[in-house]
T-cell receptor, first 114, second 110 residues
Framework: GENVEQHPSTLSVQEGDSAVIKCTYSDSASNYFPWYKQELGKRPQLIIDIRSNVGEKKDQRIAVTLNKTAKHFSLHITETQPEDSAVYFCAASKVGGGADGLTFGKGTHLIIQP | DSGVTQTPKHLITATGQRVTLRCSPRSGDLSVYWYQQSLDQGLQFLIQYYNGEERAKGNILERFSAQQFPDLHSELNLSSLELGDSALYFC?????????FGSGTRLTVV
C-alpha cells in the first residue's frame, strides 16, 4: 500500500520567515495530495490540496508543489504568523474508482517564534 | 461546524470493555472514513465505508469493527479494550473534492 514520509518532524522559524515541509510518497498511482492543519486538541482541517495534473497551487501565503517524477510534494508558508503554529499533515490517495482512503505522513510540528 | 458529527466527545472506560463511537457524515457525502490518532502514530487509517458497504481496510485490529447504516451514519465498535487503544478517533466524510473531519472522540482506557 501507500507509504508517506514527512519531514521535518519539528520546524521552528522566526515570525515573518518562510517554512517548508516536504513529503514523499511511494505509490505512483496516487493522484490527490492534501495538506491538513491541526491545532492542539482540534480536528485536522484541510488547508490546501493538489491533484496530479497540476504542478503548483497557491492560496494567499500558502503554496503546494508536486513533482510526480520524484514522487514528492511540499508545503510552503510565507510570511509566517503566530497563528500558523500547529501540526501539519501531508497525505496521499488515489481518488476515483475504489478505495480512496488518505494515507497520512506523521506530521510536522511548526513553531513560529515571535 | 464541519458538518461531520461525532459522539461522544469523550469516553473513559476500563480495560476489557466494549464501546461504540458514532459518526454522522456531512450532508450528501456517501463515504465515511475512520482514523485513529495516538501521540506516537499520527493519523492511522482504519476503515472506509461507501453507501453502506465496506470499501477499504487499513490498520484496523480484529477487535475493532464498523458498519454504515442506511441513513449513512457509521459506528465504530471497539472491543476487549486495552490501554494502548487510548487515542483520538476521528471520522471523516467526503468525496473527490476532499475530506472533512469531525471533532473526534477521545477514548481513554484505564
Amino acid at each position: 500500500g501507500e507509504n508517506v514520509e514527512q519531514h521535518p518532524s519539528t520546524l521552528s522559524v522566526q515570525e515573518g520567515d518562510s517554512a517548508v515541509i516536504k513529503c514523499t510518497y511511494s505509490d505512483s498511482a496516487s493522484n490527490y495530495f492534501p495538506w491538513y492543519k491541526q491545532e492542539l486538541g482540534k480536528r485536522p482541517q484541510l488547508i490546501i490540496d493538489i491533484r496530479s495534473n497540476v504542478g503548483e497551487k497557491k492560496d494567499q501565503r500558502i503554496a503546494v508543489t508536486l513533482n510526480k517524477t520524484a514522487k514528492h510534494f511540499s508545503l510552503h508558508i510565507t510570511e509566517t504568523q503566530p497563528e500558523d503554529s500547529a501540526v501539519y499533515f501531508c497525505a496521499a490517495s488515489k481518488v476515483g474508482g475504489g478505495a480512496d482512503g488518505l494515507t497520512f505522513g506523521k506530521g510536522t510540528h511548526l513553531i513560529i517564534q515571535p | 461546524d464541519s458538518g461531520v458529527t461525532q459522539t461522544p466527545k469523550h469516553l473513559i472506560t476500563a480495560t476489557g470493555q466494549r464501546v461504540t463511537l458514532r459518526c454522522s457524515p456531512r450532508s450528501g457525502d456517501l463515504s465515511v472514513y475512520w482514523y485513529q490518532q495516538s501521540l506516537d502514530q499520527g493519523l492511522q487509517f482504519l476503515i472506509q465505508y461507501y453507501n453502506g458497504e465496506e470499501r477499504a481496510k487499513g490498520n484496523i485490529l480484529e477487535r475493532f469493527s464498523a458498519q454504515q447504516f442506511p441513513d449513512l451514519h457509521s459506528e465504530l465498535n471497539l472491543s476487549s479494550l486495552e490501554l494502548g487503544d487510548s487515542a483520538l478517533y476521528f471520522c471523516a466524510s467526503g468525496d473527490r473534492r476532499g475530506y472533512t473531519f469531525g471533532s473526534g472522540t477521545r477514548l481513554t482506557v484505564v
